[in-house]
């Protein structure tokens, strides 16, 4: 990106300017060296984002921010319904509530290195994974509706996962106002069968080390500390949400012509929050977030058998689980007083700071904890929420490393079988089904995730709190 197209504000925040038909400044949030290495396209969807109708403050873009449908994937954006607001389905993503759970062992790498390899293969035979991947839960139309609606809680209630496990995810676990009848009949059979799989691209399981500790007394309150052994799981709603996304943005590009919104590109198709299309959207959307927690929390489950047969002593308790394609409705302070924003996350996580309501009493010291996946083999990260995000980017901080290439590229660079080997040399052991997604997702195609987590700390959208490296990783 062309650094003199931006006016500096501090060492991590860049501001363009309103101009043309922007309601108001875009604002990215990065390093120098960062912003130089993103897509010319993140300054035009920033700026695109920022003409929307109804949108406060400014549009963002997080630190591991790049081209994306529509939005920027690292973009927020948030928008008044009282102001003529707009939903976008591009706004949230095709992926929706795609997202990280971390789940603690209370083991050791002692414990862990004499059965790896044992351990890595019941995980990729045990946990579905890899592009259209099935399960074992086959669900009739009663139990879709059901599991639209309840979300985690869904699954808790069925038995897959214990009921303390709520407490520590967002809403949670259960998204209220879901709408399941506004969810298609191809939506929905599209994932009768995908519930409890992995997927494809870049979601994964790993299982991990805390290699480094940054803020001793957060981690503490977290329950983490150097050599421990954790779990993260990164996947969201599968084929329905795919598939959700895919029909309200043919919806919305007719709703907005109707509303007379000029879109300065047909990506942004939005409709008022207001209008019934706007509402449809958002009930659906929902139901999405729900399949994703529901999703996530059954992988918990299966997670939770597997190192009962192979490391029994192992505790497992959920430490948290955030969504990062979601548009939310949030109260937040703005220059005129508190206000109910919909505020769209697209590759951004929520990172609510220490004292806010929403969060359990448990995490109210420390703020939210933050969970920032890495490519594959490079680690990933554990922040938490700060009071500062409020006001920077309505409690919003990055999601991951971001993505440097694409796909194409990445399988032009890489062959799957070295980067397995490669990354096995360095003691990790990598499962997939496909050397091709291994290769689309190899470690070189992605951003460097320590800088993408120093500037999101220097810029005060989250604190630095531990890092994870991975020893298994199952990738779809």
């Known amino acids: 990106?062309?650094?003199?197209?931006?006016?500096?504000?501090?060492?991590?925040?860049?501001?363009?300017?309103?101009?043309?038909?922007?309601?108001?400044?875009?604002?990215?949030?990065?390093?120098?060296?960062?912003?130089?290495?993103?897509?010319?396209?993140v300054y035009e969807q920033a700026v695109n984002v920022a003409a929307l109708p109804g949108i406060v403050t400014a549009s963002y873009a997080m630190p591991d921010a790049h081209w994306g449908?529509?939005?920027?994937?690292?973009?927020?954006?948030?928008?008044?319904?009282?102001?003529?607001?707009?939903?976008?389905?591009?706004?949230?993503?095709?992926?929706?509530?795609?997202?990280?759970?971390?789940?603690?062992?209370?083991?050791?790498?002692?414990?862990?290195?004499?059965?790896?390899?044992?351990?890595?293969?019941?995980?990729?035979?045990?946990?579905?994974?890899?592009?259209?991947?099935?399960?074992?839960?086959?669900?009739?139309?009663?139990?879709?509706?059901?599991?639209?609606?309840?979300?985690?809680?869904?699954?808790?209630?069925?038995?897959?996962?214990?009921?303390?496990?709520?407490?520590?995810?967002?809403?949670?676990?259960?998204?209220?106002?879901?709408?399941?009848?506004?969810?298609?009949?191809?939506?929905?059979?599209?994932?009768?069968?995908?519930?409890?799989?992995?997927?494809?691209?870049?979601h994964y399981l790993e299982v991990q080390e805390v290699t480094a500790v940054f803020d001793a007394d957060c981690a503490a309150h977290f329950g983490v500390a150097l050599g421990d052994i954790?779990?993260?799981?990164?996947?969201?709603?599968?084929?329905?949400?795919?598939?959700?996304?895919?029909?309200?943005?043919?919806?919305?590009?007719?709703?907005?012509?109707?509303h007379g919104i000029a879109l300065a590109d047909r990506e942004l198709a939005c409709a008022p929050i207001r209008s019934p299309v706007g509402q449809?959207?958002?009930?659906?959307?929902?139901?999405?977030?729900?399949?994703?927690?529901?999703?996530?929390?059954?992988?918990?489950?299966?997670?939770?058998?597997?190192?009962?047969?192979?490391?029994?002593?192992?505790?497992?308790?959920?430490?948290?689980?955030?969504?990062?394609?979601?548009?939310?409705?949030?109260?937040?302070?703005?220059?005129?007083?508190?206000?109910?924003?919909?505020?769209?996350r697209k590759g951004a996580t929520r990172a609510f700071g220490p004292g806010h309501p929403d969060l359990p009493e448990s995490l109210r010291a420390t703020g939210q904890p933050v969970l920032i996946g890495g490519s594959m083999g490079t680690g990933s990260y554990l922040l938490a929420g700060t009071r500062a995000s409020e006001t920077l980017a309505f409690s919003s901080a990055c999601h991951g490393a971001g993505r440097a290439m694409s796909r194409h590229q990445a399988l032009r660079s890489w062959q799957g079988r070295s980067v397995v080997d490669d990354l096995a040399a360095r003691g990790i052991l990598v499962k997939s089904p496909s050397m091709r997604g291994i290769a689309e997702e190899a470690p070189g195609a992605y951003k460097d995730v320590a800088a993408v987590v120093d500037a999101a700390h220097a810029a005060g959208l989250a604190r630095k709190v531990a890092r994870v490296e991975p020893l298994v990783c199952i990738k779809g």
């Open 280 to 344: 449809d959207y958002l009930g659906a959307m929902r139901a999405a977030i729900n399949c994703a927690l529901a999703n996530r929390q059954i992988l918990t489950d299966l997670v939770r058998k597997v190192f009962r047969d192979v490391l029994p002593q192992a505790r497992l308790p959920l430490l948290y689980d955030v969504s990062h394609n979601t548009c939310k409705v949030e109260t937040h302070r703005v220059a005129d007083g508190a206000r109910k924003l919909y505020v769209h």
């Open 69 to 202: 449908y529509g939005f920027p994937i690292g973009g927020v954006a948030a928008f008044d319904p009282d102001q003529g607001g707009v939903v976008s389905a591009g706004g949230v993503g095709f992926d929706i509530s795609c997202g990280v759970r971390c789940l603690h062992t209370g083991l050791r790498r002692s414990d862990l290195m004499p059965v790896q390899t044992e351990l890595a293969e019941a995980l990729y035979h045990r946990i579905p994974a890899g592009v259209g991947s099935t399960g074992s839960i086959h669900l009739n139309g009663a139990e879709m509706d059901a599991m639209l609606a309840g979300g985690a809680k869904w699954a808790v209630d069925r038995g897959w996962g214990r009921p303390e496990d709520l407490e520590r995810i967002e809403e949670y676990g259960q998204m209220r106002d879901a709408r399941p009848d506004q969810v298609s009949t191809r939506a929905k059979r599209r994932q009768r069968d995908e519930m409890g799989t992995l997927g494809s691209g870049n």
């Open 1 to 41: 990106m062309d650094l003199a197209l931006l006016e500096q504000r501090s060492a991590t925040a860049w501001e363009i300017p309103p101009r043309g038909a922007m309601r108001v400044p875009a604002v990215i949030y990065a390093s120098e060296a960062l912003v130089r290495d993103m897509d010319h396209k």
């Open 230 to 258: 954790v779990v993260m799981i990164h996947c969201g709603s599968r084929g329905l949400g795919h598939q959700i996304g895919t029909e309200f943005l043919k919806r919305m590009a007719i709703a907005a012509t109707q």
